[in-house]
């Protein structure tokens, strides 16, 4: 009996906790498939193009069909044109209502902009980046503008730039005040302005780091227009511009219309000064002023005759290398360097001022303690283990891609002061053992000092080996040192798996920087400065995808000059080679010649 009273007990409490369960309304169901559908505005308070808009106390809400969270409203909310104070967005229940700090101006067309802040609670599913427009006057303005930002160096597409527009006109505006209307770039540079009114305006795009809708030249990049832009295009509903785009369909994202381009380029310091002074060696002094184009009237050292002094800009005019060249003394105590030098003053003008440095001699550097170093001694030759004190050291580059267009690169570690040819020899060894002499022709660099090249004459061929023999004492630097005896050898492929690519260069006016680079274009394989009509060859590739990229270097200094903001100066044009259609990637198989004729007029068209 007790038995069976236990028993019933039992399937009593198992029948009322399944009856709970069934009762439970506020478990959710376990299982099922994983929400993918983004949340639904179900409404707007008030109507999406409101006018009349309070200027003082007035709310937005939207209200979505399931819970929603924001996600880095600060970052990603933002009101066109802008306010001293971002608008406070929060959720409530379902609805996210949106207020503003400050009053609004009146009579003026409003965009709020959410980007891709908007995404449900459960997985995350983004909404769409919806902008509200709304006026606190009578009417909504109703032009657009559309547009690509690209860095000014790579083209590479500058996401989340700020794209700002200014009804005023004056050069003062892009540091003093708010813009009239504005945007942000999206992953593939593209921008949609809206909401403008009737022009003109002047148009700028910089990366506001810090937010506060002000360009900021100490730490900010910078793109201008170069003339005043007066929008004349219409908003509508149908406008291909306003397209919602997949991230991943680059093919749809690209296919937007773009009224205007911008690049982005980093502006150069205005305030010239000295930032860094060192001693890299004992003899041998290391100047970085802030701004490139350094004026520099004289240069002291305390107890060193000028005589002894040697210095070395380097191209962009903002580093310094200053050399002692006196071989009677070792300067093992500090120096005492005096530079005069045109320095910005509090006005930022450029003023004649003398400034003194003491400089530590360099720490020794400390030789690593290696186990069984004797053993290694010796295994050294005679010559390793009695290194003469004068002996010039120095580094020989031979890279076989660049072979025919660069030779043999020496960098020695201080000025060349005496070359002599006889002690130098090219020779080459084809496949079957061959050997020969070849002539050459040394380089010196127009800059640097302590960089030539030694390149060789007459065809290079594939397949053979080349090698730079130097005799003893065949360069000497500012100190006397000399050389040992050297080889360095290169040997070029003969891999039937690599390929060529030559381009036909017409219509070159002047001078420019050509360059193969991968198509992130953040490495380059090869580079050619050119001044006139003519082919490029660039051998030895690896199957792959490549661009080419040509800057029209109007100074011929061989780098990409930046612009000016103040100058009105855009960037030096950088331009890619397209194929006739569109692409500027250029795929490259194996054991192939490629051939293609460029036209730089029209590449520089724009």
């Given at each position: 009996m007790k038995f069976y009273n236990l028993f019933f007990a039992f399937v009593i409490s198992i029948i009322a906790y399944m009856l709970g369960s069934c009762a439970n309304t506020t478990t959710p169901p376990m299982g099922g498939a994983k929400d993918t559908i983004p949340p639904l505005l179900v409404r707007v308070l008030p109507d999406s193009g409101s006018v009349n808009f309070p200027?003082?106390?007035?709310?937005?809400e939207l209200r979505f069909d399931e819970y929603v969270v924001l996600k880095e409203p600060q970052k990603t909310i933002f009101l066109s044109p802008p306010l001293d104070k971002r608008v406070d967005a929060k959720i409530k229940g379902k609805s996210i209502l949106v207020t503003f700090p400050t009053q609004?101006?009146?009579g003026v067309t409003y965009t709020l902009n959410f980007g891709k802040s908007i995404v449900d609670n459960n997985e995350g599913n983004q909404y769409n980046q919806y902008v509200f427009p709304f006026s606190t006057g009578s009417y909504l303005d109703s032009m657009m503008c559309s547009g690509t930002i690209l860095n000014a160096a790579t083209l590479l597409p500058k996401e989340d730039i700020t794209i700002a527009f200014y009804k005023d006109i004056s050069d003062s505006v892009l540091y003093n005040i708010f813009p009239s209307a504005f945007s942000r770039s999206d992953k593939f540079g593209y921008f949609v302005v809206r909401n403008l009114e009737p022009g003109p305006y002047k148009v700028y795009a910089f990366n506001d780091i810090n937010s506060n809708n002000k360009y900021d030249p100490d730490n900010e990049e910078v793109a201008f227009l170069d003339s005043l832009?007066?929008?004349g295009v219409v908003l509508g509903k149908d406008k291909t511009e306003l397209i919602q785009v997949d991230e991943k369909d680059t093919l749809v994202a690209l296919g937007r219309p773009s009224e205007i381009s911008l690049y982005l380029?980093?502006?150069d310091p205005a305030k010239q000064f000295i930032k860094e002074s060192k001693r890299l060696q004992s003899k041998m002094v290391y100047v970085r002023f802030s701004a490139p184009d350094a004026d520099v009237y004289s240069i002291k050292l305390r107890g060193v005759d000028s005589t002894f002094i040697l210095r070395e800009f380097n191209l962009r005019?903002?580093?310094?290398?200053?050399?002692?060249m006196d071989t009677t003394k070792s300067y093992t105590d500090s120096l005492y360097l005096t530079v005069g030098y045109l320095k910005s003053d509090s006005l930022n003008n450029l003023t004649p001022f003398k400034e003194d440095f003491r400089l530590?001699?360099?720490?020794?550097?400390k030789s690593e303690k290696i186990e069984n170093s004797e053993t290694l001694e010796r295994g050294k030759t005679t010559r390793e283990r009695q290194k003469r004190a004068n002996l010039l050291d120095f580094e020989i580059l031979a890279e076989p891609a660049l072979f025919e267009q660069q030779g043999f690169i020496i960098n020695f570690p201080a000025p060349i002061v005496k070359i002599e040819k006889d002690s130098i020899e090219v020779k080459f060894k084809t496949p079957k053992g061959e050997t020969g002499l070849l002539n050459y022709t040394i380089v010196k660099d127009s800059l640097f000092s302590r960089l030539l090249k030694v390149i060789p004459s007459g065809r290079i061929l594939p397949g053979y080996e080349y090698s730079l023999n130097l005799r003893d004492n065949a360069f000497r630097d500012i100190y006397k040192f000399t050389n040992d005896s050297i080889v360095k050898t290169v040997s070029l492929p003969s891999d039937d798996k690599l390929s060529k690519l030559v381009l036909d260069l017409k219509g070159v006016d002047g001078s420019y920087i050509v360059e193969l680079t991968n198509i992130t274009r953040d490495k380059v394989y090869r580079s050619y400065k050119i001044t006139r009509d003519g082919n490029l060859n660039f051998p030895y590739l690896q199957p792959g995808k490549y661009s080419v990229k040509i800057t029209q270097d109007l100074n011929g200094n061989g780098i990409i000059d930046t612009g000016s903001i103040s100058n009105k100066k855009q960037p030096e044009k950088v331009r890619l080679f397209t194929l006739?259609?569109?692409?500027?990637?250029?795929?490259?198989?194996e054991s192939a010649e490629l051939n293609q004729s460029i036209n730089l007029q029209t590449i520089f068209t724009d």
């Open positions: 200027v003082k106390g007035g709310q937005v609004l101006d009146s832009f007066i929008p380029f980093r502006e005019r903002d580093s310094l290398l200053i050399w002692l530590a001699a360099p720490k020794p550097v006739s259609n569109g692409s500027s990637i250029i795929t490259i198989p």
